[in-house]
C-alpha cells in the first residue's frame, strides 16, 4: 500500500513555472513506477509523464520539452516541473505510483493538486 500526497499547485500567470511535488509513503518507493497525469474540466484525465523505477522517462507529445519528471528515492518523493505555462495547461495534477507484480498492476492515486494558468 502506497500514500501519496501532491503539493506545490497554484494559480500561475501564462509563461511561469512550477515545480509539483509528490511525496509518498507506505512502502519501498523505489520499485514503484511512478507518473503525473492532469485532468481539465469537463475532460478526461490523461498521462503526461512517467518516469519508471529505473529513472527512465516518457513525455506526452503535448508537453515534452516544457515539462520534466524526476524522482528521489533517497525522499521517497516525485516531482514534475513545468515551464512555459500555457492557460491549457490548466487542471488537476495526480500522482501515480504503480508496480506489476505477480501478473498484477498496483495502482495508487493521491488526491490532486490544482495548477490553473492565467493573467
Known amino acids: 500500500q502506497v500514500q501519496l500526497v501532491e503539493s506545490g499547485g497554484a494559480l500561475v500567470q501564462p509563461g511561469g513555472s512550477l515545480r509539483l511535488s509528490c511525496a509518498a509513503s507506505?512502502?519501498?518507493?523505489?520499485?514503484?513506477?511512478m507518473g503525473w497525469y492532469r485532468q481539465a474540466p469537463g475532460k478526461k484525465r490523461e498521462a503526461v509523464a512517467t518516469i519508471n523505477s529505473d529513472g527512465t522517462t516518457n513525455y506526452a507529445d503535448s508537453v515534452k520539452g516544457r515539462f520534466t519528471i524526476s524522482r528521489e528515492n533517497v525522499n521517497s518523493t516525485t516531482y514534475l516541473r513545468i515551464n512555459r505555462l500555457k492557460p491549457e495547461d490548466t487542471a488537476v495534477y495526480y500522482c501515480?505510483?504503480?508496480?506489476?507484480?505477480?501478473?498484477?498492476?498496483?495502482?495508487?492515486w493521491g488526491q490532486g493538486t490544482q495548477v490553473t494558468v492565467s493573467s
Open positions: 507506505g512502502s519501498i518507493f523505489s520499485i514503484y513506477a
Open positions: 501515480k505510483a504503480a508496480r506489476f507484480e505477480n501478473f498484477t498492476w498496483y495502482e495508487y
